[in-house]
């Protein structure tokens, strides 16, 4: 594999909003494929990095700033698709003349879901920023908690208790 | 290193307390279960509230959640394609193991030896190869689940799960740590233990089991042979989960069409096929803790101390005779054992950690929970403990009674959780098992099949929870819902409606969304007074509930939606989008978004009820408010196309077209390429573009529409239909006559096979109102007199005198009973009359439909209706933004004009307008019917 040139510096909320476009892009590319609207996030996460990281030679120094801004991203794109999965429910759908939109219980489900989660994290995140930065790698990057420990910087038995803290945080908030 | 924008990292002001709680979380995680809520009582520093969170932790830890697993998963592809023959495998490397050579083969699966070299080591595993691949995705994300959720499975008495994945070829492996030891039925015997070292030895593999059961992970086949001791004496649990990992491949590996379990050891609930859960495990430790005792095998159900012969003792070469065992087993050791060998699950231990407790109970001589609480009994036991000093203690005693009863009180609450989730899991899974009927082998279940299944388990096997049954029921009836199943739906939807009522109260958000999928199903089946009444009971509920604003508005939205459908007074609809929208007001939550959704709501149901002036200002307001957070969204789009419709039904074509080519805009640049909302905008633009004559334009969009409809909603959809409907108004207009009518016929046929009466009405008014300025150019003017008949008196909620542009079709049903009289048009020229007095609105004129409907009273007569020339001229003036110079409504125009004119004596004027006409439908395919008829 190519080593990526030197990477220029950059601002880093312009990079933040490239990785959204990009993964929004593709997450919606992968679903336009898929009958039932699956998204296979950490594989976007993955398939994206590949582009970025090796062939567009963007200006991530490392892996880790990768993958922190790419689940900072797939939550944020998470949120925004549940946004509008639950306003085409209660809005656009019904439509005078025409009804179109059957709406998807399931669906409308899990985006209520994704919208709680994300309430709920932007709570940890107040008392626990480093506790959060883990849901975001483990749960929206799909990375393993060893590799969270390597990207973090932190003591693998750090990782795990903050990792088993705050899904008990979170899912006392959301159950 | 740049860090991710928008964290938050002030401290806030609760951070105090909520250090405190942490590492409060900590101490209690490193506890064993049954210490932690001791160490809550006794801490002093904490607040009663302080302790309610902790436990809320605590039993949210307990579960294993759906954060668990990342949102999404990805499939791993190691190792090379293996072939179901093993024999060729040994020599290849899968998951960076070499197999070495065959440790065992199973029904299912062969069991290699495999080394890895590392740097001056050799690594041993044990790979399990499985002898079938798992073709379906669904197969392959199960397994790959079940493996994430093993591989986080780390305790000193469960051999490791190293790695696992499905290779290339579809096979799926494990990789698991290499245990080398011996069955601890052997080693009890090699090591000639007594019944307390085996007591031991037997808490020690509880203590395994206990710690998956924390993560709801159960083994499903422990026996001997899958606990393995070391020569250090140390027990570990082989296979765990793997039962559960490889279920569904059994069916159709053995063809006994029953799922894996070993005889002897197995359940009754695993032979009944019922939910498998922690109790099943327990029941297994129960039968191993029987053969440890007395060395019998077998679900034998007699007391152990009545098994106890010379044989066995001898065979498990234990240091007991006959008579010492028997007065060993005798009594707390019987019933420990017959506890958890109890058919019914829930009398078992709540888990191999409560039998572990209850032996080690046994061990250090205080009462088993095992033995019927009788006062007599404890007080013995009590007694034991503590001989000598003892009898002032009453009071004492007193006090233990009473902590007793709490722990197990707080105890009953912080599991309830987590054996929901183990319900409702092991319930879900349970559906997965190999079909037993039908389908092939190799066949994943479909969804149908799938969903049959659940029910009849439910009806069968109704899980004990009525929690559990109520969000079970829901479930299906939702996916049912989903799936546009309807007639078998009812029941289910009716059932889950009383099952929530029943669990939650009537009041309960879930238990109102349940009536309101009640509601909707009957309205599928066009039950409309059903749904109207279970509707109406709703609103009730809904003022007297205590439900969150937004939840509530969302509900109201969904009444109104319905009501819209089921004859609801309009009025009444837009109440109830009052309603919604002043609560989202009033919510100190609601964002933008949510008040844009009640505004956008608002505007339609004012569009229902005919404002369509205050629903453009609500529609506007809607907008601005999505696009105060973002630019473009799904929900945005969707008020544009709502703009749309309102500038199409009041007659402003090019004006609805600048909307929806907005709208199509935006979805675009989200991206959004395949959706409801794209299908409705691309109908509609086509239908406009038809309408227009802008055919070009028209042949892409209606060919984009329909492929999108078929793709998002398929054949037998309304939308597919209307998708038709205007393919034949395309044909009609390209001047392709024959296919319009088959396009025409094809819609009709569709529509015909619509389940909901109310709803094939409408599709079918709607595919009348499509044809009518075909039968009208074609001179069919019985079909036309039928149709528009038939709608203007249909009492449908959405026709009659509700009809969108309905004016135009009186003026046709006007010109039709001129040609063609019947007796259900009424006395003669009545309608002429009606029409021409409804077309003198001044507010008409500038609707595109105002043009043909005058030409179509002036064609009837001309005089009787009051048009002049000077009205029709003017007229035509108006219309040149929705009809185009060689448009074919000119043609009639002139045509019309000529007749007029001739009627008046201008022969010459009469003549030059009939010229323009032939000019103009000179340019027409030949076959289209305007080119060579004159009007009469």
Redesign the interface.
């Known amino acids: 594999m190519d080593t990526p040139p030197p990477a220029p510096a950059a601002d880093p909320d312009a990079l933040f909003a490239e990785v959204y476009r990009r993964l929004k892009a593709m997450a919606s590319r992968q679903l336009a494929g898929h009958e039932r609207g699956t998204l296979d996030t950490t594989a976007v996460v993955h398939e994206l990095y590949l582009r970025m990281g090796a062939r567009q030679g963007l200006a991530f120094a490392e892996q880790q700033q990768f993958f922190a801004y790419a689940a900072r991203a797939m939550r944020h794109l998470l949120v925004d698709r549940a946004r509008e999965r639950l306003s085409q429910r209660a809005g656009g759908g019904w439509i005078a003349t025409t009804l179109d939109a059957e709406d998807d219980g399931l669906a409308i489900a899990s985006a209520e879901q994704a919208l709680q989660l994300d309430a709920a994290l932007a709570e940890l995140e107040r008392v626990d920023a480093r506790a959060a930065r883990v849901v975001e790698l483990r749960y929206f990057s799909g990375l393993a908690l060893e590799q969270v420990a390597d990207m973090l910087g932190l003591a693998r038995a750090t990782v795990v208790r903050d990792w088993r803290f705050a899904r008990s945080f979170l899912h006392d908030r959301i159950d | 290193?740049?860090?991710?924008?928008?964290?938050?990292?002030r401290r806030?002001p609760?951070?105090d307390r909520?250090a405190r709680l942490?590492a409060a979380?900590?101490v209690l995680?490193a506890l064993a279960p049954d210490a932690q809520e001791d160490w809550l009582c006794a801490r002093d520093g904490l607040a009663d509230d302080e302790r309610v969170?902790l436990r809320?932790?605590?039993?949210?830890?307990a579960?294993e959640?759906w954060?668990?697993t990342?949102?999404?998963?990805?499939a791993v592809h190691i190792g090379d394609a293996v072939g179901s023959d093993d024999r060729g495998v040994v020599g290849q490397s899968i998951g960076g193991f070499r197999l070495a050579r065959v440790l065992g083969r199973g029904g299912m699966a062969t069991v290699f030896l495999g080394e890895r070299d590392g740097d001056g080591y050799s690594q041993l595993a044990a790979v399990k190869l499985l002898r079938r691949g798992l073709y379906s995705d669904v197969e392959q994300r199960l397994f790959q689940r079940e493996r994430r959720a093993l591989a986080t499975l780390s305790h000193h008495g469960i051999a490791r799960l190293i790695d696992g994945g499905i290779t290339t070829a579809g096979i799926p492996f494990l990789v698991m740590e290499y245990v080398d030891g011996e069955p601890i039925t052997e080693f009890a015997a090699a090591r000639r233990l007594g019944v307390t070292a085996r007591l031991h030895l037997f808490v020690e593999v509880c203590a395994a089991v206990a710690a998956a059961h924390q993560r709801l992970i159960v083994h499903r086949d422990i026996k001997p042979s899958n606990i393995l001791v070391t020569a250090a004496g140390a027990p570990k649990l082989l296979d765990f989960g793997i039962a559960k990992l490889l279920d569904d491949e059994i069916d159709g590996a053995t063809g006994t069409g029953l799922p894996l379990l070993t005889p002897g050891y197995a359940a009754p609930e695993q032979y009944a096929l019922g939910s498998i859960t922690t109790a099943t495990d327990v029941f297994a430790l129960g039968v191993l803790l029987r053969e440890l005792l007395v060395g019998r095998t077998g679900a034998d159900t007699r007391r152990p101390s009545a098994c106890v012969d010379a044989a066995s003792i001898a065979a498990m070469r234990m240091p007991a005779t006959e008579r010492s065992l028997r007065a060993a087993l005798d009594g707390d050791l019987d019933n420990i054992v017959l506890k958890a060998m109890a058919t019914e699950p829930a009398v078992r231990y709540d888990g191999a950690a409560a039998m572990a407790d209850d032996i080690g109970r046994y061990l250090r001589r205080e009462p088993v929970s095992a033995h019927p609480p009788s006062r007599l009994y404890r007080a013995r036991k009590f007694v034991g403990r503590h001989r000598g000093g003892v009898l002032g203690t009453l009071l004492m005693l007193v006090a233990v009674f009473a902590a007793l009863a709490v722990a197990l009180w707080q105890a009953q609450i912080a599991r309830a959780?987590a054996r929901r989730a183990t319900e409702v899991q092991a319930f879900v899974e349970a559906l997965f098992e190999p079909m037993r009927d039908g389908t092939g082998r190799d066949q994943a279940p479909s969804l149908d099949d799938l969903l049959r299944r659940g029910r009849t388990r439910i009806d069968a096997r109704a899980p004990g929870d009525p929690g559990v049954r109520a969000d079970l029921l829901a479930m299906f009836a939702?996916?049912d819902?989903?799936l546009?199943a309807t007639r078998g739906n009812l029941d289910l939807a009716r059932d889950a409606a009383r099952a929530n009522a029943i669990a939650y109260g009537e009041r309960d958000a879930r238990s109102v969304a349940a009536h309101e999928?009640h509601a909707r199903v009957l309205r599928k089946l066009g039950d409309y007074a059903g749904a109207r009444g279970e509707l109406e009971r709703l609103h009730a509920l809904l003022r007297s509930g205590d439900i969150a604003a937004q939840d509530h508005?969302?509900l109201l939205?969904a009444l109104?939606?319905l009501g819209?459908?089921t004859g609801m007074a309009p009025a009444e609809v837009v109440a109830l989008e009052r309603e919604a929208l002043a609560l989202r007001e009033g919510d100190a939550e609601a964002g933008n978004?949510d008040l844009?959704?009640g505004y956008?709501?608002l505007g339609?149901a004012l569009?229902?009820a005919g404002d369509g002036a205050q629903a453009r200002a609500w529609f506007e307001r809607?907008l601005q408010a999505?696009q105060a957070d973002?630019a473009d969204?799904?929900?945005a789009?969707?008020?544009l196309?709502?703009l749309g419709?309102i500038a199409n039904?009041e007659g402003d074509w090019t004006a609805a077209l600048g909307r929806y080519a907005g709208s199509r805009a935006m979805l675009a640049r989200?991206?959004?390429?395949?959706h409801?909302?794209l299908?409705?905008v691309l109908?509609?633009e086509c239908g406009v573009l038809v309408d227009m004559e802008r055919l070009d334009e028209a042949d892409r969009r209606c060919a984009e529409g329909e492929a999108m409809a078929l793709a998002v909603?398929g054949r037998g959809h309304?939308?597919f239909i209307?998708a038709l409907s205007r393919r034949a108004r395309l044909d009609f207009a390209h001047g392709r006559v024959a296919e319009a009518h088959a396009d025409f016929a094809a819609a009709r046929a569709s529509a015909d096979a619509i389940e909901s009466p109310e709803d094939r009405r409408f599709v079918l008014a709607s595919i009348d109102t499509a044809q009518s300025r075909s039968w009208w150019l074609e001179q069919d003017f019985e079909s036309l007199r039928d149709a528009m008949l038939a709608l203007s008196s249909s009492s449908h909620p959405?026709l009659g005198a509700n009809t969108?542009g309905a004016f135009h079709y009186a003026s046709l049903a006007a010109l039709a009973c001129a040609r063609a009289p019947s007796d259900d048009c009424g006395g003669e020229g009545v309608r002429l009359a009606a029409a021409a007095r409804a077309l003198a609105d001044p507010a008409l004129r500038r609707h595109a439909l105002y043009l043909p409907s005058l030409l179509a009273l002036a064609e009837a007569d001309a005089a009787a209706a009051g048009i002049d020339v000077g009205r029709i001229e003017a007229a035509l003036a108006g219309a040149s933004a929705a009809y185009a110079p060689a448009h074919t409504v000119r043609v009639q125009a002139y045509r019309v004009l000529a007749d007029v004119r001739r009627g008046h004596g201008d022969d010459a004027g009469a003549d030059a307008d009939a010229a323009r006409a032939d000019r103009l439908a000179a340019s027409l395919a030949a076959t289209h019917p305007l080119r060579s008829r004159r009007m009469p």
């Open positions: 290193m740049h860090e991710p924008p928008a964290a938050d990292t806030p609760d951070a909520y942490r979380f900590e995680c969170q809320r932790w605590l039993a949210a830890d579960g959640g954060l668990e990342p949102v999404g998963g990805h959780q939702r996916i819902d989903t546009g999928l508005a969302r939205d109104g939606a819209k459908e978004d844009a959704t956008n709501n339609a569009l229902f809607a999505y973002h969204s799904l929900a789009a969707s008020v196309l709502n419709v039904d989200i991206p959004i390429e395949r409801p909302v299908v409705t109908l509609r909603h309304r939308q209307g959405r969108i």
